[in-house]
């Protein structure tokens, strides 16, 4: 039987802090909370959480702050961090993957979700085999986006999309952790979304022959309408991806 993870919960909003616990709970993990950064800091003198939520507008220490901090002890910077927090402007989805969160989720967020992501992310430094790494973004709905154009950024052809992730095949795959941007109008047009950049980090490089590489990227920073236009499309075009 796989051990269980410990999982804390950094969070200023009581009702937050123990709808985020339960879901936690439910998904079989145990769970630590905090009302902020310094009380994070006291239970982090204690023991060694497998992941922390973590929210950034916070009293006392605000999540970029812990961040900053944890940063300067080898122990906890190799923590995971999810960042959960209602900012959603690139700058900050920028700074808090420049200070090392594993994924940027954006409030209000459903606890399916939530969970998986969570799971994601406890597995994220696991090598990655010929599946999709991270095997949660299975337990949401895939849509096929065959050989649509993904210019001019990142280049490439679309595979599959989801509210977890896109997949593309491209002759020049990024490395496995990067974070890339994602700004093609055909793309956006077609999921009916807002023409904005989206962020993913690349968890899965994949040979397919003829030079080609399939890539898979799990979506950081999404709004909620993005997510559910995301979720929207792949119910009405369900695929398990042609070359997935």
Same mark, same amino acid.
């Given at each position: 039987? !796989?051990? +269980?993870?410990? $999982?804390?919960?950094?969070?200023?909003?009581?009702?937050?802090?123990?709808?985020?616990? %339960?879901?936690?709970?439910?998904?079989?993990?145990?769970?630590?909370?905090?009302?902020?950064?310094?009380?994070?800091?006291?239970?982090?003198?204690?023991?060694?959480?497998?992941?922390?939520?973590?929210?950034?507008?916070?009293?006392?220490?605000?999540?970029? +702050?812990?961040?900053?901090?944890?940063?300067? %002890?080898?122990?906890?910077?190799?923590?995971? &961090?999810?960042?959960?927090?209602?900012?959603? +402007?690139?700058?900050?989805?920028?700074?808090?993957?420049?200070? =090392?969160?594993?994924? %940027?989720?954006?409030?209000?967020?459903?606890?399916?979700?939530?969970?998986?992501? &969570?799971?994601? #992310?406890?597995?994220?430094?696991?090598?990655?085999? !010929?599946?999709?790494?991270?095997?949660? /973004?299975?337990?949401?709905?895939?849509?096929?986006?065959?050989?649509?154009?993904?210019?001019?950024?990142?280049? =490439?052809?679309?595979?599959?999309?989801?509210?977890?992730?896109?997949?593309?095949?491209?002759?020049?795959?990024?490395? /496995?952790?990067?974070?890339?941007?994602?700004?093609?109008? $055909?793309?956006?047009?077609?999921?009916? $979304?807002?023409?904005?950049?989206? /962020?993913?980090?690349?968890?899965?490089?994949?040979?397919?022959?003829? =030079? %080609?590489?399939?890539?898979?990227?799990?979506?950081?920073?999404?709004?909620?309408?993005?997510?559910?236009?995301?979720?929207?499309?792949?119910?009405?075009? +369900?695929?398990?991806? #042609?070359?997935?």
């Amino acid at each position: 039987m !796989d051990e +269980q993870k410990t $999982i804390l919960t950094v969070e200023d909003s009581p009702n937050i802090r123990r709808l985020i616990a %339960y879901n936690l709970k439910r998904g079989g993990f145990a769970v630590l909370e905090a009302g902020d950064g310094k009380e994070a800091v006291r239970l982090l003198q204690k023991t060694v959480p497998d992941l922390i939520i973590l929210d950034i507008r916070m009293p006392e220490m605000d999540g970029f +702050q812990l961040l900053e901090l944890m940063r300067k %002890y080898p122990k906890a910077a190799a923590i995971p &961090v999810v960042m959960m927090t209602a900012l959603s +402007q690139p700058s900050d989805v920028d700074r808090a993957l420049t200070l =090392g969160v594993v994924d %940027y989720l954006v409030k209000p967020l459903d606890p399916t979700v939530l969970v998986a992501k &969570v799971k994601e #992310a406890l597995s994220h430094r696991l090598p990655a085999g !010929d599946e999709w790494a991270g095997p949660n /973004r299975r337990q949401f709905p895939r849509g096929s986006i065959l050989d649509l154009d993904l210019n001019p950024l990142p280049g =490439g052809k679309g595979i599959d999309v989801s509210e977890g992730g896109i997949g593309w095949r491209t002759k020049t795959p990024p490395a /496995r952790d990067a974070v890339v941007v994602i700004e093609a109008p $055909i793309l956006f047009a077609e999921l009916k $979304i807002p023409a904005e950049s989206l /962020r993913a980090r690349v968890v899965h490089t994949r040979k397919l022959g003829l =030079g %080609y590489h399939r890539v898979g990227a799990s979506f950081v920073g999404l709004t909620s309408a993005t997510r559910e236009a995301l979720r929207t499309y792949a119910l009405e075009r +369900q695929t398990r991806g #042609a070359l997935g």
